[in-house]
């Protein structure tokens, strides 16, 4: 039996911190944007990286719904390819 961890080929999440994620979406929401797409206090009252994770890490189904928003943002973000 082997202590290797399975590969998340299919994650796209997979590799990415938490802390990056709540950074990029603060960076691109702001926080007011996060409070009104997450309505959590740690988005609306005093918000900081910190006391998100710390709360994030905490309550996992406000972690799913940040991930989502992760996801949600990326797609946004694609660049268009060029037609060739």
Not at 20 to 37: K, M, N
Not at 59 to 80: F, G, H, Q
Request: aromatic fraction near 8%; include cysteine; proline fraction near 7%.
């Amino acid at each position: 039996m082997t202590n290797a961890k399975p590969t998340q080929q299919n994650n796209p999440l997979h590799g990415i911190k938490l802390e990056q994620i709540v950074t990029d979406l603060a960076d691109y929401y702001g926080w007011d944007g996060l409070a009104e797409r997450i309505p959590v206090n740690c988005f609306s009252n005093d918000p900081s990286v910190q006391s998100s994770l710390k709360f994030l890490r905490r309550t996992p189904w406000a972690r799913d719904k940040v991930e989502a928003l992760y996801l949600t943002m990326l797609s946004k973000k694609k660049p268009i390819k060029a037609a060739e």
